[in-house]
């Protein structure tokens, strides 16, 4: 298979007789790729990125060495994740209760207890005696209130929430902040965000983009508030900050001009599959980016003046498509640094620091709860005896600013998304967002499905998310629940019996049951209708990896080669 861009890069596909993917060429970066006979790759050769996978006999992933950094798994006899083991050495252990759902964390010497109501939504993290984070929802699924509250009592943080009636945000309100309201127009698009001394407003165009964005200036510089200007789907102007793309429609240049002083810009490289390999910062510095053979990004690289010595790294570690751990190392300070984060689903839970020494070994240590958002993004950083070690504020579409005497940081933003200072992008998997702009550096590799402009970051950044910088994920529906769940349950389990499909840890017998259990205990996610009009529905179980698929009073489910990532695409197609 041949892809040629509108520059003129090629990437070649070579696939063997069974279809497997087996060499890439973009444009003479060179990967190939290993399976075994079960069709499960085991080695990934790239430009930047060695991958070798070891896996047990069930097909699960037993150690994953990138680059000689090697993260280790095991699993209990239903498959579930048992264990991790980073490059760096933090240790993550859970548990779970008797739906299959995870209960329990154990790591970086401490426990983190999570509870769940019936229908599998979180209720709390309770962070050994020491911290509980705690939530409450109304009849239809919605967060109505979030605390934070320590062994002793205190309360940290106190939040009530107010929707419309359709669902949309419209208030948050709290004995600690200003209480924000948000206005909304009749699509459903945030223009205005009201608090005490603060005002942001947003026009939009036909397709969903900014014409026009002011929020207040400490946030950022503000050189991007003001009328937007567009060529096409394109945007060339924001404030006094210009931009400039290539024929792929990337973006290659940044350029601002600053009153009174000297005008800045940022230059963009890219290579043929889309990915950002470097930035120039307006102090002429280079920064360059590494990606693995699967497209994740494992390390970024501040290079010296002479355009090739690396004066600092950092490395990452991914467990599948989440960010794990990072490890930074420069010659200005003694010390690496290893943080690590702990995740429900895309929500992040906690973060750990160590200082280490060359060896790997721990000299000092921090551990934090992370608060989030509603989409999961987060908002304060807690210590142990309940101290607020850093807290956000950020606008709409995730300008974040903290105060300077913070005792800690974190670069989580959005879900999926990490923050660049050098640049102040956020990487987001497949894509790098610019929160000034609510739009992408490059447009959607998907094409046009997700929406009719490929820039765009999702509709309402309050209630929605883009983890992998594809499409925004899909929304429970109460109206999956509908009908007689145990008969559904048995056809759906029929027709996998013709298919000859199983659930891995699950008697036959009872694959009926499982797959009632999973119907009844969330909400599926709202897919697109059949042809004929019959709402479709999704639901995930991690702990077998099967997605299971309703249509009516019918259905499927499998477990994907490509997890739960298929599982998410499929939301969009």
């Not at 109501?117 to 209130?145: F, K, N």
């Not at 043929?272 to 280079?286: C, I, M």
């Not at 950092?314 to 420069?330: I, R």
């Not at 509908?482 to 349950?489: S, T, Y």
Request: aromatic fraction near 8%.
């Amino acid at each position: 298979m041949l892809r040629v861009n509108a520059l003129g890069e090629e990437v070649r596909i070579a696939r063997d007789a069974f279809g497997r993917m087996v060499g890439k060429d973009a444009n003479g970066r060179v990967s190939s790729y290993l399976y075994d006979l079960n069709d499960r790759l085991v080695h990934a050769d790239g430009p930047d990125a060695a991958v070798t996978l070891l896996r047990d006999p069930a097909g699960q992933v037993v150690s994953e060495t990138v680059n000689d950094r090697t993260t280790t798994f095991t699993y209990d006899a239903a498959g579930r994740p048992l264990s991790r083991t980073t490059p760096a050495g933090a240790t993550s252990a859970w548990t779970y209760d008797g739906r299959g759902e995870r209960a329990g964390t154990r790591t970086a010497g401490r426990t983190l207890s999570c509870t769940r109501d019936a229908a599998g939504q979180l209720l709390s993290v309770g962070v050994d005696d020491a911290l509980s984070l705690t939530r409450a929802y109304d009849s239809v699924g919605r967060v109505t209130a979030q605390s934070v509250v320590t062994g002793d009592g205190r309360t940290v943080r106190d939040r009530s929430y107010r929707y419309r009636a359709d669902g949309h945000l419209i208030g948050i309100d709290g004995p600690d902040e200003p209480t924000r309201t948000f206005e909304l127009d009749a699509a459903g698009r945030t223009t205005a965000v009201r608090a005490e001394d603060w005002t942001e407003s947003y026009v939009y165009g036909p397709d969903g983009g900014q014409t026009a964005a002011d929020w207040p200036v400490g946030r950022s510089d503000g050189a991007a508030v003001g009328p937007r200007e567009g060529q096409g789907t394109r945007l060339v102007r924001a404030g006094a900050t210009r931009y400039r793309y290539d024929e792929q429609g990337r973006l290659v240049r940044r350029h601002r001009t600053r009153l009174s002083r000297k005008p800045e810009s940022w230059t963009y490289a890219w290579d043929a599959e889309d990915r950002l390999t470097s930035v120039r910062t307006p102090d002429g510095t280079l920064w360059r980016y590494r990606y693995d053979p699967m497209g994740r990004r494992i390390a970024k690289e501040r290079l010296g003046s002479d355009g090739t010595t690396v004066v600092e790294r950092t490395d990452f570690t991914w467990d599948g498509t989440t960010l794990c751990e990072q490890l930074t190392a420069d010659g200005s300070r003694p010390h690496a640094v290893a943080v690590a984060w702990e995740h429900d689903g895309v929500r992040p839970i906690s973060q750990s620091e160590r200082l280490l020494t060359a060896s790997h070994e721990e000299i000092d240590a921090r551990f934090f709860a992370i608060v989030t958002d509603l989409v999961g993004a987060p908002t304060e950083l807690v210590d142990e005896d309940g101290r607020l070690a850093w807290q956000a504020r950020s606008t709409l579409w995730g300008v974040t600013s903290w105060d300077g005497g913070s005792s800690a940081y974190t670069a989580l933003r959005f879900p999926g998304q990490y923050y660049d200072p050098e640049s102040g992008l956020h990487y987001n998997f497949h894509r790098y967002y610019d929160p000034e702009t609510a739009r992408y550096l490059s447009p959607d590799p998907l094409g046009l499905g997700p929406s009719p402009n490929p820039f765009l970051y999702v509709l309402d950044p309050l209630l929605s998310a883009d983890p992998f910088g594809l499409y925004e994920i899909g929304k429970p529906d109460p109206a999956s629940q509908a009908g007689n769940l145990p008969l559904i349950a048995d056809k759906i389990a029929a027709h996998g019996d013709i298919k000859k499909r199983g659930i891995p840890g699950v008697d036959d017998l009872d694959v009926p049951e499982h797959l009632e259990d999973m119907m009844i205990g969330s909400p599926g996610l709202r897919m697109r209708s059949t042809p004929s009009g019959v709402p479709r529905f999704a639901w995930w179980d991690d702990a077998t990896g099967t997605m299971l698929i309703r249509e009516g009073d019918k259905g499927t489910f499998m477990q994907p080669d490509d997890g739960y990532e298929y599982f998410l695409k499929q939301l969009k197609e």
